[in-house]
């Protein structure tokens, strides 16, 4: 068996292309969303992942807002500046490019962002009603695992999914979304003791550990739908997940690769969040 391929950038396609059909209708009611974007620090994956959201958004039809930040930045100015966002209503989406410089604490700045402009979906305001069940934004990394899924056909309802780790912008939130559909969760983390004894049994495996080959073929059922959040480098310097790729490919029903699985989906759910930010303004 080898397995599908579930192609990120092309379902990111569509989702952007929904996206702008979107936009240009909010132009009836004389509005265009806006998303404003800050950069703190000059760390180079963070400028590429921050041009990557201003081109979608711009490509969308939306409107962008990229401010930079000296490291040296005070966490006390920058948390000005997100107030004088939240009080901006051309500004519909306030997304603080993470990681932070250490000075300053990303709780405090995730606090700050107002809940209804909060299109990362990190806020406790819109992580406690993905927990209860209500209407708020999705963490957009789970969020775009889930659209992923869905693109596989199977139902999720009784399948016994393994979420690999567990922090608040993907383990956590990616465990409830999973949960909200009726599978059955299981959450793995540093602590779990034998971590093959719970993936050999799951029909999805969502791994997000940070750590190449994490999962090897070995680990997987047969048929699996293996979902690849991890972004590492390999001893040649090549992008790779926390999934062995080549040999889980030979055992999974469904794989995504990395790069062009995962990420691309992270970004196009940022502007779905941040276009549902603007229509709530009209609904």
């Not at 990557?52 to 930079?68: I, N, P, Q």
């Not at 962002?113 to 209407?135: C, E, M, Q």
């Not at 949960?179 to 969760?185: H, P």
């Not at 469904?254 to 276009?275: C, D, E, H």
Request: aromatic residues 2%.
């Amino acid at each position: 068996m080898t397995a599908q391929l579930i192609d990120g950038n092309a379902l990111a396609a569509q989702v952007r292309t929904q996206v702008a059909q979107r936009v240009k209708g909010l132009a009836a009611h004389g509005l265009q969303p806006g998303l404003a974007v800050i950069l703190v620090g000059d760390d180079p994956a963070s400028a590429v992942y921050v041009k990557h959201k201003v081109t979608d958004c711009e490509g969308a039809g939306m409107r962008s807002v990229l401010e930079r930040y000296p490291a040296t930045m005070a966490e006390s100015d920058l948390l000005a500046r997100v107030r004088a966002l939240n009080a901006d209503e051309s500004i519909h989406g306030i997304l603080v490019q993470m990681p932070l410089p250490k000075h300053i604490d990303p709780q405090h700045v995730i606090a700050t962002i107002s809940p209804t402009k909060d299109v990362d979906g990190f806020h406790v305001a819109n992580a406690g009603a993905l927990v209860v069940g209500r209407p708020g934004f999705k963490a957009c990394t789970p969020y775009g695992c889930m659209k992923l899924i869905e693109t596989t056909g199977v139902p999720l309802r009784g399948k016994h999914a393994v979420v690999i780790g567990r922090s608040n912008t993907v383990g956590k939130p990616m465990a409830l979304m999973l949960l909200q559909a009726n599978a059955t969760v299981t959450v793995c983390h540093s602590g779990t003791v034998d971590l093959a004894a719970h993936t050999r049994s799951a029909d999805i495996i969502v791994a997000a550990v940070g750590r190449r080959d994490t999962v090897r073929a070995d680990m997987v059922k047969p048929g699996a739908i293996v979902i690849d959040v991890g972004m590492n480098r390999n001893d040649a310097g090549k992008l790779c997940g926390d999934v062995d790729f080549a040999a889980v490919r030979e055992v999974a029903g469904w794989i995504t690769p990395v790069p062009g699985g995962v990420g691309p989906m992270t970004r196009a759910m940022l502007l779905v969040n941040t276009l549902e930010a603007a229509e709530r303004l009209v609904a």
